[in-house]
């Protein structure tokens, strides 16, 4: 079988690292000659909208998928005239929008922060009456690790943040005073069969993930297990899913849902019986899933901007380098650490030197 990825990139390597045992092969659409995941399969090299490239991806690959949620809307349609295409170019529209997004949330009675729609600078100003400070301005489209994201502190900002943020369409929404960010991954196949992972724990610095701990048997997993139930459900989704949610007196809200593989489900490669690479291939070709039973005390760290010495993380116990063939760049993320111990003690303690290393050659 061949699977078809729209992007070359790390997320795509690692799908395809993931499949290679299983007897895939891969064919990828990226504009970039040196992404990290091209030279893992046939490279279509141009760019996403190209439509010659667009049928031959069709025409060769058995099913289509994704490694980044910006796909065009009218890309995923066209493909989905060719070929299987999924996630459904339904549930990308979802999560390409934020206003779409946070209102299919409220339609399903998953809780959010208080949101507002902004086309103009008067429905801002208009919004933060009911909205308390602070808050924060999104773009509806196109924002990824913080981008396209202004914090409001008072009335004052209002003007300023609108023309930071261009005058495109957005959303403003509540800051919330979250205890802890988690994400939760789940995966459903074209039967309707759904595994979840256990809920990641994770850190964000500058709107960009940077540690990920895997939190077993978490108090709050039936919870966040019930809203990505009912969002898998009603998008008639197949693939991998990663539910982003803050924690506010032990209640959850979303933020936002990304139809892809996820970066806060790293830690599942050496942490979990099926990575979410493998299942999210299994979904997409309509196989069994496996197992999401976790292995020990698992997590990941972020490697961005720049890299220590790879002796440095190798010299470490219980540590798993996954380098992505990028060259270091301010905020782009280029390798990561997986962390998986049989103890606790063994794990913190691998995870802090991680910390450590990732800090010293951050550049983000
Ligand atoms: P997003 O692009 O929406 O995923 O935002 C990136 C990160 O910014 C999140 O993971 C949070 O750390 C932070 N953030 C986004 N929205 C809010 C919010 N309404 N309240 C507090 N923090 C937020």
Known sequence: MKVGILGGGQLARMLALAGYPLGL???ILD??????????GEHLHGAYDDKALLTELAEKADVVTYEFENVPAEVAIFLNKHTQIYPSANALAVAQDRLVEKNFFHQL??????FANISSVEDL?????TIAYPAILKSRRMGYDGKGQVILKSADDLIKAWESIQGVPS????FVDF???VSI???RNPQGEIVYYPLSENEHRHGILRVSQCRQHDALQQQAQGYVSILLKKLDYVGLI????FEVNGQLLANEFAPRVHNSGHWTIEGSETSQFENHLRAILGLPLGSTATLGFTGMVNFIGGLPESKQILSIEHTHYHLYNKIPRKGRKVAHVGIRADNEQQFSSALQTMIGLAQKSDNS
């Open 31 to 40: 504009p970039s000659k040196d992404a990290g995941a091209v030279n893992l």
């Open 109 to 114: 009675n998953i809780p959010t922060a208080p």
């Open 242 to 245: 990663a539910l982003e949610l």
């Open 171 to 174: 959303i403003v929404e509540g």
């Open 25 to 27: 092969e891969f064919i």
């Open 125 to 129: 100003q208009e919004a933060m009456k």
């Open 185 to 187: 991954l789940a995966v």
């Open 179 to 181: 205890k802890r960010e």
